[in-house]
């Protein structure tokens, strides 16, 4: 069975600071890896993903996240916060990435920003 | 991006009455999931949809039923709402290698 923990369930950062949520999963396969982001009211939007290939992700609004095999993370940054990214983080995890195959979410993380 | 909406948007309902959610999309995705979103809990999967008339259990399930008679359309019913099910309801549906869509979410309180 898949799992997916997200360290820290709010995270406060000043505006223009490094912006850190980490994800750790555990999975018996190659894991498929997303972030989804959702603002106040909103539903989730897929912000990256991890497939295959390159280990380290960009994704939008600036965020990246890197695929660590031998940690099991995934964690997500961004060099500079805004007050825009303000919102909660879900970290999810599946074995395929292909239409039928289940999403695990992890608790989520809200980010804060402070002026 | 695939259209999905969901109605309605915000519902309270009082305790032992039956609950019908809608969720509705624009596109033939033949997969179709409903969610409960918690605090703490993140998103925690209610039943999913493999093609009309097609469906089975997800990791939340007692208490909920569901419902496929056309491709576009997803329907969740709560039988006898609880307190328990207070929650935040989202339907997405899956697009092959771009992950989930998710809709806008239902607010539901039972009172």
């Known amino acids: 069975a898949q799992s997916v923990t997200q360290l820290g369930s709010h995270v406060s950062v000043s505006e223009g600071a490094l912006v850190l949520l980490r994800c750790n999963y555990s999975s018996s396969v190659p894991p498929y890896l997303f972030w989804y982001v959702q603002y106040p009211n909103q539903g989730l939007q897929l912000l990256l993903k991890y497939t295959t290939g390159a280990t380290l992700v960009k994704g939008i609004n600036g965020f990246e996240a890197e695929f660590k095999k031998s940690e099991t993370s995934f964690h997500l940054t961004k060099p500079s916060a805004h007050m825009s990214d303000a919102a909660e983080y879900f970290c999810?995890?599946?074995?395929?990435?292909?239409?039928?195959?289940?999403?695990?979410f992890g608790g989520g993380t809200r980010l804060m920003v402070k002026p | 991006d695939a259209g999905i909406t969901q109605s309605p948007r915000h519902k309270v309902t009082e305790t032992g009455t039956p609950v019908t959610l809608r969720c509705h999309q624009t596109?033939?995705?033949?997969?179709m999931y409903w969610y409960r979103q918690d605090p703490g809990h993140g998103l925690r999967l209610i039943h999913y949809?493999?093609?009309?008339?097609?469906?089975d259990k997800g990791e939340v399930s007692d208490g909920y039923s569901v419902s496929r008679s056309k491709t576009e359309d997803f329907l969740l019913t709560l039988e006898s709402a609880t307190s328990s099910q207070t929650s935040v309801y989202f339907c997405?549906?899956?697009?092959?290698?771009?992950?989930?869509?998710f809709g806008s979410g239902t607010r539901l309180t039972v009172v």
């Open positions: 596109e033939n995705h033949r997969y």
């Open positions: 999810a995890v599946s074995d395929e990435n292909n239409a039928g195959n289940m999403l695990t």
């Open positions: 997405a549906i899956q697009k092959q290698g771009y992950g989930y869509t």
């Open positions: 949809s493999y093609g009309v008339k097609d469906t």
